[in-house]
Nanobody, 118 residues
Framework: QVQLVESGGGLVQPGGSLRLSCAAS????????MGWYRQAPGKERELVAH???????NYADSVKGRFTISRTNAENTVYLQMDSLKPEDTAVYYC????????????WGQGTQVTVSS
């Protein structure tokens, strides 16, 4: 059973920082991309950032220059460092990953709430 477990969400003031973590556990052979999506109330889920095993990254325009995605392959963990947070960054953040277990498929974490408010 493959699982993605997120941590690091919370309440922060505008301009502040948070670091999200997501660790893959269970039995699997390989991980391709890992990434983060978010969903604000009343809005569709949107891509925040992705990172491939090669280290290549992709960011949503709204977070470029403020968020940094990274991963440690040895620990099967992806991080999202969020700086200069804005109220519009408030959302539930979901980790996802393409993982080879019995076959390649996309897995999702349970989500972690990030609230940016004064």
């Amino acid at each position: 059973q493959v699982q993605l477990v997120e941590s690091g969400g919370g309440l922060v003031q505008p301009g502040g920082s948070l670091r999200l973590s997501c660790a893959a556990s269970g039995t699997f052979f390989n991980i391709d991309f890992m990434g983060w999506y978010r969903q604000a109330p009343g809005k569709e889920r949107e891509l925040v950032a992705h990172i491939r095993g090669s280290g290549n990254t992709n960011y949503a325009d709204s977070v470029k220059g403020r968020f940094t995605i990274s991963r440690t392959n040895a620990e099967n963990t992806v991080y999202l460092q969020m700086d200069s947070l804005k109220p519009e960054d408030t959302a539930v953040y979901y980790c996802n990953a393409m993982i080879a277990s019995t076959s390649w498929r996309i897995y999702w974490g349970q989500g972690t709430q990030v609230t940016v408010s004064s």
